[in-house]
């Protein structure tokens, strides 16, 4: 999924720089238009993801059929019995930058915060890209790229894969990592939501979508613990349903 992420967002900046929207007389160019309001949610059996957004979808090629999209979403996770495990790329491949999505994961490094209840709430700008058929199907992939993340303290418990005697199984606090930014692998900070779906429209302004869920989810404890670290990730893989809502098309 790393290399998804990786690939997707190579896209969009090549978009971005190459692609020029051509006249389509079946596209509005108002603002206002191409506006898509969603609620999905996803689950799976340790924890699910409600998620409000919105994005503003930007035509282009010669039949208007890919769209690249920006826009805001908010998403709120809940979970129950969580293992969340060392964080830092620095400290899990023992290196950074891009060169991490194809490196070694050093195991020995790898520690885990044990958590019984977790509610981390988030707001990100998201990238988003869709592809349309015949006006009717999206195929879809959008991730969430920076924002901010809230949330209250919880207690965790410390597993050392060195069984220290003084910290294995300590009782350690924590709150969501207040700063998500989208990094690529385990250069990635914070809580990030990505999705990718089918969406089908029923007419002009209402769809349903569905598909799967790519959701990260990140505490920092008050003490820094073995390896100097204080950031905790846990990565779930959901299913996902939703329903997208677009007031301005006629």
Excluded at 22 to 44: C, I, T, V
Excluded at 100 to 116: A, I, K
Excluded at 137 to 153: C, P, Q, R, T, Y
């Amino acid at each position: 999924m790393d290399f998804n992420r990786m690939l997707l967002l190579a896209a969009f900046i090549i978009a971005l720089g190459n692609i020029k929207a051509q006249e389509n007389p079946e596209f509005k160019k108002g603002f206002k238009y191409n506006n898509n309001f969603d609620l999905s949610l996803a689950a799976n059996s340790d924890q699910f993801v409600g998620a409000l957004s919105w994005v503003h979808f930007i035509p282009t090629g010669k039949k208007q059929k890919f769209k690249i999209g920006y826009g805001l979403r908010f998403n709120s996770q809940f979970g129950s019995q969580l293992n969340f495990v060392t964080a830092p790329a620095i400290i899990t491949s023992k290196q950074e930058g891009p060169q991490v999505l194809f490196s070694e994961t050093f195991n020995e490094n790898v520690d885990t915060l044990f958590v019984s209840k977790s509610q981390v709430n988030s707001l990100n700008a998201s990238i988003n890209l869709q592809y349309t058929f015949k006006n009717k199907l999206d195929i879809g992939f959008n991730i969430d790229a920076v924002g901010f993340s809230f949330g209250k303290e919880i207690s965790g418990t410390y597993i050392d894969n060195q069984s220290s005697v003084l910290l294995n199984g300590s009782q350690q606090m924590a709150k969501p990592t207040a700063l998500n930014a989208l990094l690529v692998s385990d250069n990635d900070i914070g809580s990030l939501n990505s999705e990718l779906y089918v969406r089908y429209w029923f007419n002009k302004k209402l769809a349903i979508k569905a598909g799967a869920s790519f959701y990260f989810t990140e505490y920092t404890t008050t003490n820094k613990l073995r390896l100097e670290n204080d950031r905790w990730r846990n990565k779930s893989l959901m299913g996902m349903i939703g329903v997208t809502f677009n007031p301005f098309n006629e």
